[in-house]
């Protein structure tokens, strides 16, 4: 077997299927349904796989809505902040829940949508988001609706809500206290609905996380509500699975040992620069390098690594937990090769689900 070219993405099924079966712990124990968010992960090739221990998907717009629908067995959550008024038919034709972002546009499609499960956000005006870019409660947030008279004002029309206030939540005890918040603000409200979704951000498919403790918190909820309680796990279905593999292509004294490989943080791990982190790269050994990417970003680094001996041009390179917000976020920016996309079976064989070349560069504008 001949190895792909980097750079490529390397999804491995093993540790994909570690996280399913976290997943398939918390649904049993805790009842409640899991739907991959699509705007964290949609490489559909490993769907097959994911379907078998999560319930559908949930989007964010109508493309992501379409693929859950045509690639992802199970139910399709239908998300938008805003829908237009030439998507929404299609939309409702591809969804069994439809979840909108405020009451305006509630009030505006609930009639095109009466054929289906209807939903609002509702947003807590908390988060465990750190980041502002990132934090639904952030000062005049569009995320959701949180006035109890409008909220009632939906409730004829809705038969549930979606709640996403998390984010990489690591800490049981902060999302268990920050559920009571929820259920002692709007209690008397979840208990008029059939379902509520506590959307993404909980990392319960991490190192140590107690995973029956939050199946035991969930279950408690729904009890209490009798609500069908749906989680939208991004990160945490795919966290540890997949690595961008790159290739050192040169090596310079910058008064840094600086190793530039065939791969860019701007195209390829974007992310990161967004959030001003480092990639996950090797860190034992003697011999310390800066890994930088091939574009002419000056700040295209992808961070400090340590190695066991010297670097050599041609060295493979691992870079961890490149799937979250990383494949769907690539981008052609200096016409830096695209990454293929990989997997590693279960057998240990490397497929190439994909690969690019520049006649997707092309074709990618106009
Ligand atoms: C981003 C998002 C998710 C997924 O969040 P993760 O942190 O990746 O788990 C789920 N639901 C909604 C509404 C989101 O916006």
């Known amino acids: ?33 899991t739907l991959l968010a699509l705007k964290c992960f949609a490489t559909w090739s490993v769907f097959d796989q994911m379907a078998q221990s999560m319930d559908g998907t949930t989007s ?43 009451l305006g546009q509630l009030d505006r499609f609930a009639d095109r949508a009466q054929g289906i499960a209807r939903g609002l956000r509702l947003n807590p005006r908390f988060s465990t988001s750190g980041f502002d870019l990132a934090d639904p409660a952030r000062p005049f947030s569009r995320l959701g609706e949180w006035d109890r008279a409008r909220l009632d004002r939906a409730l004829d029309r809705i038969s549930g809500v979606m709640i996403h206030y998390n984010c990489e939540n690591r800490d049981f ?42 199946a035991d918190r969930l279950r408690a909820f729904a009890d209490r509500f009798g609500v069908q309680v749906y989680l939208e796990p991004g990160e945490a279905s795919i966290t540890g699975t997949t690595t961008l593999e790159v290739t050192v292509l040169d090596i310079l004294d910058t008064g840094k040992q600086v190793a530039v490989v065939d791969s860019s943080v701007e195209a390829h791990m974007l992310d990161l ?66 990454p293929a996309i990989c997997i590693r079976e279960l057998d240990g064989t490397i497929t190439t689900v994909r690969s690019f070349g520049y006649d997707d560069f092309r074709a990618s504008l106009s």
């Open 273 to 338: 620069l967004i959030y001003r982190e480092n990639a996950k790269l090797p860190q034992d050994g003697a011999h310390a390098y800066q890994i930088a990417g091939q574009s002419c970003l000056a700040g295209d680094i992808f961070g400090d690594a340590r190695f066991p001996a010297p670097l050599k041009i041609g060295d493979r390179i691992s870079v961890q937990d490149a799937a979250g917000y990383t494949m769907v976020k690539k981008n052609w920016f200096n016409g830096v090769a695209m």
């Open 1 to 33: 077997m001949t190895t792909p070219q980097t750079p490529f993405y390397l999804i491995d099924r093993a540790r994909l299927a570690a996280n399913m079966a976290k997943m398939d712990r918390l649904r049993e124990r805790s009842g409640a349904r």
């Open 60 to 102: 964010s717009s109508l493309n992501e809505l379409r693929l859950g629908r045509e690639t992802f067995a199970g139910e399709a959550h239908a998300y938008s902040v805003a829908w237009a008024d030439h998507e929404i038919d299609e939309a409702v034709g591809y969804a069994d829940k439809i979840i909108f972002n405020s």
């Open 173 to 214: 005890d902060l999302f268990s206290g920050q559920l009571d918040r929820i259920e002692s603000e709007f209690g008397g409200f979840l208990e008029k609905l059939d379902w509520v979704s506590l959307g993404g951000g909980i990392h319960f498919t991490g190192e140590g996380y107690p995973l029956d403790a939050l």
